[in-house]
């Protein structure tokens, strides 16, 4: 992988996978933790729509349940993010905007959908013209 940083931040439930390796007795607990965790944000979604902490909250635990990014579980989530971001122009929220286009460039990478990926790392630099991850990703896809 050329992007290690992108990689890793987007396995963070990597770990969390690991412990439930090591005691499986709380796969089920965990589970139904990040099941009633989605509800919740969820439920916060319908009650403030126009707010993007629901989605974003939604967005990281669908992440934790999808560690692989196959499915793309988190992707609606963190579009929602973006989408509300982008309208607001919140300089305040850098953080959630850049978590938002890392998840969508990486996933659009996963999916062989270079010039997605590339709108989504290019959006990155924008905001954070130092960012290292989005750069790396970026010469990255322009290598393929």
């Known amino acids: 992988m050329w992007f290690p940083a992108l990689k890793e931040m987007f396995s963070s439930s990597a770990s969390d996978s690991a412990a439930i390796a090591q005691n499986p007795a709380k796969a089920d607990e965990r589970m139904a933790l990040y099941l009633k965790a989605d509800s ?74 270079k010039s997605n990926s590339l709108i989504y790392f290019n959006k990155i630099i924008a905001i954070d013209p130092n960012n290292t991850v989005a750069t790396e990703a970026i010469k990255g896809i322009e290598q393929m």
């Open 40 to 113: 919740i944000f969820g439920d916060f979604s319908i009650r403030y729509p126009e707010h993007y902490m629901g989605y974003f909250w939604r967005a990281r635990v669908n992440a934790i349940l999808d560690p692989e990014t196959e499915t793309g579980l988190a992707k609606p989530y963190y579009e929602k993010v973006a989408e509300i971001l982008e309208k607001t122009n919140n300089a305040e929220r850098k953080k959630e905007m850049i978590e938002a286009y890392q998840y969508l460039g990486y996933y659009y990478y996963l999916k062989e959908d």
